[in-house]
T-cell receptor
Framework: SQKIEQNSEALNIQEGKTATLTCNYT??????LQWYRQDPGRGPVFLLL?????KEKRKERLKVTFDTTLKQSLFHITASQPADSATYLC??????????FGAGTTVTVRA | DADVTQTPRNRITKTGKRIMLECSQT?????MYWYRQDPGLGLRLIYY???????NKGEISDGYSVSRQAQAKFSLSLESAIPNQTALYFC????????????FGDGTRLSIL
């Protein structure tokens, strides 16, 4: 079965630094991968989608990479701000528009 | 107004009770999903529906049932609730074309005593 691992449950960083989150997967080769943000008491909100033939995708201060050989995606938040504090989830395409989600990494940005 | 609305937002009930969680959407999407979220486990798919006449089991459907009353409405039922069904429940929708993101409601926090 598909297994998705996101790096340590919590990541604490100083404002202005870059946060790097890892999503590793096994037993599958997804055609695309998505990243979501979830705030306490709210549902996940879509951030970025990257396809298997794309190495990198950017959106404002966010950057996602997708290495299908390593079976890994990296999610970077550059010039981090306290407002970036949230839990970030990666999700893999399972076909038929179903997604398999990781448990998430909680990021706290200190002012 | 939210695109995906879940009711109730919070519910406390007792073991053995029947519970229905409701989801409605204004995005016009064909595909709808029910997930549960537990600490450390991430979101797990309970049921999904590709249109009104198409209902499919997800990875953890035992103890749950669903009804797709219309394109915009998808409800989740727990026929006889048990304490290990205490969790956060999320409804989501997606466009039926291409590799599209999912749009989530804000969830129902369900506690079964």
């Amino acid at each position: 079965s598909q297994k998705i691992e996101q790096n340590s449950e919590a990541l604490n960083i100083q404002e202005g630094k870059t946060a790097t989150l890892t999503c590793n997967y096994t037993n599958y080769s997804p055609a695309y991968l998505q990243w979501y943000r979830q705030d306490p008491g709210r549902g996940p909100v879509f951030l970025l989608l990257i396809r298997e033939n794309e190495k990198e995708k950017r959106k404002e201060r966010l950057k996602v990479t997708f290495d299908t050989t390593l079976k890994q995606s990296l999610f970077h938040i550059t010039a981090s701000q306290p407002a970036d504090s949230a839990t970030y989830l990666c999700a893999l395409d399972m076909g038929d528009y179903k997604l398999s989600f990781g448990a998430g990494t909680t990021v706290t940005v200190r002012a | 107004d939210a695109d995906v609305t879940q009711t109730p937002r919070n519910r406390i009930t007792k073991t053995g009770k029947r519970i229905m969680l409701e989801c409605s959407q204004t995005k016009g999407h064909d595909r709808m999903y029910w997930y549960r979220q537990d600490p450390g486990l991430g979101l797990r798919l309970i049921y999904y529906s590709f249109d009104v006449k198409d209902i499919n089991k997800g990875e953890i459907s035992d103890g749950y049932s669903v009804s797709r009353q219309a394109q915009a409405k998808f409800s989740l039922s727990l026929e006889s609730a048990i304490p290990n069904q205490t969790a956060l429940y999320f409804c989501a929708t997606s466009d039926g074309t291409g590799n599209q993101p999912q749009h989530f409601g804000d969830g129902t926090r369900l506690s079964i005593l």
